[in-house]
């Protein structure tokens, strides 16, 4: 079954948008733990133990499990896990993007490979 085959099947629609919240959520919720470690124990909220942004990088990797796991009732695993893959090039795009984290060029090729190896699994 190609790409286009298993995209336009109606009753993997609804699980194939469920697998990008997840990619989103879950490269989200490192954004958010990785800015809310940067602040510093005074300044940190809740409890005095992490600040807000931690508090919501856990519930956005909570919410990418929900997903995941609706998912699931319309995806095989082997399936969802290479889709959900998406989020290792994801997150180093969002490090880049909102960290100002600069990405050596053979991590690039890293997600390239990691690009071509879900075009591989989708054969």
Known sequence: MTWAEWFTREQRLPGIAALGIVVVASSLGNVLLKLGARI????????GLFAWQ????IASFGC???????ALKSIDVHVAQ???????VAV???AVFFLGERVPPQQW???????????????
Do not use: H, K, N
Not at 40 to 47: C, I, Q, S
Not at 82 to 88: G, K
């Open 40 to 47: 510093e124990a005074p300044d940190r909220l809740l409890f």
């Open 82 to 88: 290479s889709v959900i893959a998406l989020q290792y």
């Open 54 to 57: 931690t508090a919501l990088g």
């Open 109 to 123: 090729w890293g997600m390239g490979m990691i690009a071509f190896g879900l075009y591989l699994c989708s054969r």
């Open 64 to 70: 990418g499990a929900l997903f995941y796991a609706w």
């Open 92 to 94: 180093i795009f969002l």
